[in-house]
């Protein structure tokens, strides 16, 4: 999809994206989206959400079009609502959200999850208690899939307060370089590559540290590069794979 996407605004070399190439170029993500929000998965929609406003912000897409489709994009999440498409265990996750300290029977295995990785972070203190030491985060039964959604507990739990600090320190660092790599690219097309990678990077981070710190709904979105997966990794190696392609070809 971001290449789909991308191939087709590098063909406009015009400072101000045209209306008609920013619908058109809705139409070209607004299927796949569909089709993940039908699945449902809005953790997924979101990510790619946040990788089409972005490049299209850079290509030259007014404000107000950006405004645009953040409506439709809450729109279309409020209509698989309202029509059921999102599962219960999904709307729970959302109510669960918004009661944290709920002590509801129905909602006491979604709160768990996320207050016990809180209470993980927040025992590690300044400089955690060492590696494969953390208590909360050793035992598997007190975060549930800790190694896929929420590897930062543990992160905060063995290393504290600076060993998370230097993850998001490594996180920027790969941040900062792909934005510079998109300012060196001698084309469009290498230019907006970059701008998705970063867009889905910046986000994907956000919405996995946001989520464990109780800050935004767990969704399952993986932590890039730290989370155990197999499509997760290979996903973020083929991204930076393309950002170094673009790097390669700067001076030609």
Same mark, same amino acid.
């Given at each position: 999809?971001?290449?789909?996407?991308?191939?087709?605004?590098?063909?406009?070399?015009?400072?101000?994206?045209?209306?008609?190439?920013?619908?058109?170029?809705?139409?070209?993500?607004?299927?796949?989206?569909?089709?993940?929000?039908?699945?449902?998965?809005?953790?997924?929609?979101?990510?790619?959400?946040?990788?089409?406003?972005?490049?299209?912000?850079?290509?030259?897409?007014?404000?107000?079009?950006?405004?645009?489709?953040?409506?439709?994009?809450?729109?279309?999440?409020?209509?698989?609502?309202?029509?059921?498409?999102?599962?219960?265990?999904?709307?729970?996750?959302?109510?669960?959200?918004?009661?944290?300290?709920?002590?509801?029977?129905?909602?006491?295995?979604?709160?768990?999850?996320?207050?016990?990785? +809180?209470?993980?972070? $927040?025992?590690? *203190? =300044? /400089?955690?208690?060492?590696? !494969? #030491?953390?208590?909360?985060? %050793?035992?598997? @039964?007190?975060?549930?899939?800790?190694?896929?959604?929420?590897?930062?507990?543990?992160?905060?739990?063995?290393?504290?307060? +600076?060993?998370?600090? $230097?993850?998001? *320190? =490594? /996180?920027?660092?790969?941040? !900062? #370089?792909?934005?510079?790599? %998109?300012?060196? @690219?001698?084309?469009?097309?290498?230019?907006?590559?970059?701008?998705?990678?970063?867009?889905?990077?910046?986000?994907?981070?956000?919405?996995?540290? $946001?989520?464990?710190?109780?800050?935004?709904?767990?969704?399952?979105?993986?932590?890039?590069?730290?989370?155990?997966?197999?499509?997760?990794?290979?996903?973020?190696?083929?991204?930076?794979?393309?950002?170094?392609?673009?790097?390669?070809?700067?001076?030609?």
């Amino acid at each position: 999809m971001l290449l789909t996407l991308v191939a087709y605004l590098a063909e406009d070399r015009s400072e101000e994206l045209p209306y008609h190439r920013f619908i058109v170029g809705l139409f070209i993500v607004g299927v796949p989206i569909a089709l993940i929000i039908l699945q449902p998965d809005l953790g997924g929609t979101s990510v790619l959400v946040a990788m089409v406003m972005g490049t299209m912000l850079v290509a030259g897409a007014k404000a107000r079009y950006i405004f645009m489709i953040s409506v439709l994009s809450a729109a279309t999440v409020g209509a698989a609502l309202l029509t059921r498409l999102v599962t219960q265990y999904q709307l729970r996750r959302f109510t669960a959200f918004f009661n944290q300290n709920s002590t509801e029977l129905e909602l006491r295995d979604y709160v768990y999850q996320g207050r016990n990785a +809180i209470r993980a972070l $927040a025992t590690g *203190g =300044l /400089y955690g208690k060492g590696y !494969l #030491r953390g208590s909360i985060t %050793a035992a598997r @039964s007190d975060i549930p899939v800790q190694w896929a959604d929420f590897p930062f507990s543990a992160v905060g739990e063995e290393f504290g307060l +600076i060993g998370c600090a $230097a993850l998001l *320190g =490594l /996180y920027v660092v790969v941040l !900062l #370089r792909i934005w510079r790599i %998109a300012h060196l @690219s001698r084309d469009l097309l290498g230019t907006y590559i970059c701008v998705g990678v970063f867009t889905i990077t910046l986000w994907q981070v956000f919405q996995n540290l $946001a989520m464990t710190m109780g800050v935004m709904p767990i969704t399952g979105l993986p932590l890039p590069f730290i989370s155990y997966g197999g499509s997760g990794i290979v996903t973020f190696f083929a991204l930076i794979g393309l950002v170094q392609n673009v790097h390669m070809r700067r001076y030609r």
